[in-house]
C-alpha cells in the first residue's frame, strides 16, 4: 500500500469511529492507553475519536499542546504503523480540538429542547400558544397606546403652534410616521393604567374599582360597571387574569424558566394567606388614610406606569427598581413568590374564582401519578390529586405537562367534596 493510499485509509478509519460514551459525557480517562479502548481510539487517555484529529498530507496527525494534548504518534484502529505529528501549533489545530467539544456541548443542550419539543406536543399545546399570544397582545397594547397618543399630541403641536420636539428625531418617530392617523386607534383604543377604553367600552381592574372606593369612600355607578366583564369572567373562569392577561405574569414566567434553566432550586414558601391579609390591610389604610396603596405595588400598574415614562421621558421610575426586585427575588429565592403570596389583585381574583364554573379536572382512569402535572403548575398546586383551590388561574401549564392527557377543562358546578376540598386548601395554605 502506498502512503497515499494509507493516509486515505486512516482518515476514513478515524472518521467512522464515534466517540466513546465516557468521553461523550466529558469524562476523559487519564490512565487509559490505546489498549483500554475496545475500538482502539484512545490515546494518552483522551479519546482520538471525539477530537477527530486528521493526519495531515504527511501522513501525520496534528499536535494540538494548546490543548494539553501531547500527540506524537498514534495508533490506528488498523494498530499498524505509528503516525508522526509534525509541530504545527497554528489556529487551526485548535480550532480542531475546540469544535467537537462546542458540537458536544450543543448536544447535550438540546437534549432538554427535544424533550421540550416532545411535550409540546400535548393536548394542551395550541392552548398554550394562544394564552402566550394573548399574553404578549397586551404587553405590545401596553406599549403602542403611549406611542401612539404621544405621537398623535407632538405632531398635532409641530403641526399647528410649529414647535419641534426632539421626538422628530427619536426612533420611534421613524417606527410610528407612517401610520397615517394614528388618532384614529388612539381615539378608539385608550387606557389610564387601570382601565382600557376599546370602543364604547371601559373596562377597569377591580382592584382599581374598590381600591378607588375604599379611599374616597363614594360608590360611583359608571366605575363600578367597568369592573363588570372582569368580574364576570372571573366568576366564570376564575383567576383568569393572572394566567391569560396580566402583564406581570409574562414576564415572572420567563423568571421561572430562568431558574430551571440556571438549575436554581431554593424554594422558600410563604403563608398563601398572606395576599388576602394584605388585600384586607390595604383596603383599610385606604379607608382610614384616604390614599390608594395598591396603585403603588401593584405589578400590572407598575409594568404599565414605567412603560409610559420610559416613553414618554426617556426614562424609568422606582416601581422599574421595584418590579426588578421582585423578579429577582422570585429566581433566587421563592418561585413565583409575588403571585402566591403577595399580590393583592391575586387575592381578589382568587377569591373572585373561588366557585368558578370552568375548572380543570383529573381523569384518574387514565392519570399514572406520575407527578408530571405537580411539577409544571407554577404556583405549587397539586393538580394529581385535584386540589386546584381557589389559586388556580387555569392556565393550563399542568394539562400541557400530562404525558396521558388526563387533565381537561370541564363546566360545572363545583360539588360538595370539591368545597371541601377549597377549605381544605386554604386551611393547609
Ligand atoms: S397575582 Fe398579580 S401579578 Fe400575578 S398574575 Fe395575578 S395580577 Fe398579575
Ligand atoms: S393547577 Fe394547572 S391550571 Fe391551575 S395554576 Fe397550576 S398549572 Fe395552571
Known amino acids: 500500500m502506498n502512503k497515499k493510499s494509507a493516509t486515505k485509509k486512516a482518515t476514513s478509519e478515524l472518521d467512522s469511529v464515534e466517540p466513546c460514551l465516557e468521553t461523550r459525557k466529558g469524562n476523559l480517562r487519564s490512565d487509559a492507553t490505546t489498549r483500554a479502548c475496545p475500538r ?38 488498523t494498530g499498524t504503523s505509528p503516525v508522526v505529528a509534525p509541530s504545527d501549533t497554528g489556529i487551526l489545530p485548535v480550532l480542531a480540538g475546540i469544535l467537537p467539544a462546542l458540537r458536544a ?31 404578549i397582545a397586551v404587553l405590545l397594547l401596553l406599549i403602542l397606546i403611549p406611542v401612539l397618543s404621544l405621537y398623535d399630541h407632538l405632531r398635532n403641536q409641530r403641526d399647528e403652534v410649529g414647535i419641534q420636539s426632539r421626538w422628530d428625531t427619536r426612533t420611534v418617530h421613524s417606527l410610528v410616521q407612517d401610520v397615517e392617523q394614528p388618532e384614529r386607534f388612539t381615539q378608539a383604543v385608550r387606557g389610564s393604567v387601570w382601565t382600557l377604553k376599546a370602543g364604547d367600552f371601559i373596562i377597569s381592574d377591580p382592584l382599581a374599582v ?8 363614594v360608590l360611583v355607578d359608571r366605575f363600578l360597571i367597568t369592573a363588570l366583564i372582569p368580574v364576570l369572567l372571573s366568576l366564570l373562569l376564575g383567576r383568569v387574569f393572572c394566567g391569560w392577561l396580566c402583564p406581570a405574569d409574562l414576564l415572572f414566567e420567563a423568571g421561572s424558566r430562568i431558574r430551571s434553566w440556571a438549575g436554581i432550586e431554593t424554594d422558600v414558601r410563604f403563608s398563601r394567606r398572606t395576599k388576602y391579609a394584605l388585600l384586607a390591610l390595604g383596603l383599610l389604610a385606604g379607608l382610614l388614610l384616604g390614599t390608594q396603596f395598591f396603585a403603588e405595588i401593584y405589578p400590572p400598574r407598575i ?3 414605567e412603560f409610559y415614562l420610559w416613553i414618554t421621558f426617556g426614562v424609568f421610575g422606582a416601581g422599574a427598581w421595584f418590579f426588578l426586585l421582585i423578579l429577582a427575588f422570585e429566581i433566587f429565592v421563592s418561585r413565583r413568590f409575588w403571585c402566591r403570596y403577595v399580590c393583592p389583585g391575586g387575592a381578589l381574583y382568587s377569591l373572585l374564582g373561588r366557585w368558578r364554573v370552568v375548572r380543570l379536572k383529573v381523569q384518574e382512569s387514565s392519570c399514572t401519578n406520575c407527578r408530571l402535572c405537580d411539577k409544571a403548575c407554577e404556583f405549587g398546586l397539586s393538580p394529581m390529586q385535584g386540589k386546584f383551590g381557589p389559586e388556580c388561574n387555569n392556565c393550563g401549564l399542568c394539562m400541557r405537562a400530562c404525558p396521558h392527557a388526563s387533565l381537561s377543562y370541564r363546566l360545572s358546578l363545583p360539588p360538595r367534596d370539591g368545597l371541601d376540598v377549597v377549605s381544605e386548601n386554604l386551611k393547609s395554605a
Open 210 to 217: 374598590v381600591d378607588f372606593i375604599a379611599a374616597s369612600r
Open 303 to 305: 409594568i404599565s406606569a
Open 105 to 135: 456541548a450543543a448536544q447535550r443542550a438540546s437534549r432538554p429542547w427535544r424533550r421540550r419539543q416532545k411535550r409540546w406536543q400535548g393536548p394542551g399545546r395550541k392552548l398554550q400558544i394562544l394564552r402566550r399570544s394573548l399574553q
Open 40 to 77: 482502539g481510539a484512545m490515546f494518552n487517555g483522551d479519546c482520538v475519536a471525539s477530537v477527530k484529529h486528521r493526519p495531515t498530507e504527511a501522513s501525520s496527525v496534528v499536535a494540538i499542546s494548546d490543548l494539553g494534548i501531547d500527540l506524537v504518534s498514534i495508533h490506528g484502529s
